[in-house]
């Protein structure tokens, strides 16, 4: 039997991982699924509740200490000394809750336990397979791997137990690979996958819409997007723009737009389930995410919201950052810019703008592209092949 271990699931701004899951359901496989924290439903209204229903939500406070000692008397010896030896250091939390998990997942028969996210229900993973010797691998995915943060079970360990490690793009794959040699076998490239039946070819309005969609973060470069629309606005372009997301910039971003007096231009739309989305893409003309490298090394790997777009046949300007130019191929089904440059943001906003034929090539393309390259049944089908081989 196969197992999954989320951190949070499901997660509104995680919807790929929800994604996966009800595939993996259409396609027969039903895996018991853990969540270490509770769930963040966001506005999205759509969750099947044969999913989320059947969740096993860890416990918290005084009953998860009750319930993980009581899980920890079945552990051998050399186990239980190890727990001893852990109390009181950072991320400590993470034994009990291997050994808690443990115990269900033996009872249920799990033989094979696969997370995503190399951080704390990958870390948790690895010692549920210290403690019970059920394999566990995982899917990596962008600032877990890019900026990873501090633990004493850290990337290289967690690597190093993995039966194998999915990497969402090949650039992250290359990177691990170089990375962490030893586990170089064990990776592989599985893209993130959509449905692209529930995309249709938009019919774009009038006047012009420009869509952005993403967390209101700094690595989405959604500052870029504001100065290059004022920079649209100046040329006498006529558009509208719409972003749409929330996160911890969305009154840093609205004063950037009150500052260029685009108010009448620029709408911070908020978040919006995955239903009215697809709808948004519909009636776009062009999506545009402007990312960057964050100082850190934050950076995105490959946005859903292209893949979306993509499907929708809308032209994508984006930059060449982390898997996007695996997405968006430069001419073909976009146009790539360079980051931090709202002159050649706009330039190319302009000319998608300007040249009407070209947009809906490029969009044509694209649908295409995504329908090649990130269908959600094909993709968990290369998935199964490499998780389920040992569960089921």
Known sequence: MLAYLFERFPKFSQTFCYREIAELFRQGVRPAIFSLRTPDLGPELSWDPAIVSGVHRLPEGDAFARLADE???????????????????????????????????????????????????ARTAFWIKRFFEIEYSLTAHANDIFVPNDFEIGLSQIFSKASAIVAVSDF????????????????HRIYNGIDCDKFQPAEPSTPPMILSIGRLINKKGFDVLIDACASLRNSGREFRCEI????????????????????????????????????RLSKGTLLVLPCRVDADGAMDNLPTVVMEAMASALPVVSTDVGGVAEMVRDGETGLLVSQNDPNATAEALSRLLANRELAQSLGRKGRERARELFSIQKNVHALRKIICSGAL
């Open 244 to 279: 749409i997301g929330d996160g911890p910039l969305s009154a840093e971003l609205q004063a950037r737009i009150d500052r260029h007096g685009l108010g009448k231009r620029v709408l911070l739309a908020g978040p919006r389930p995955q239903a009215e989305i697809a709808v």
């Open 71 to 121: 899980a920890s008397a079945s552990l051998p010896r050399v186990a239980r000394k190890t727990l001893h030896e852990w109390r009181g250091k950072d991320d400590s939390l993470r034994l009990h809750q291997a050994t808690y998990i443990g115990v269900r997942l033996q009872k249920l028969g799990v033989r094979h336990l696969h997370v995503h996210f190399a951080g704390m229900a």
């Open 172 to 187: 992250a794959a290359n990177q691990l690979r170089n990375r962490f040699s030893d586990a170089a076998s064990r990776v």
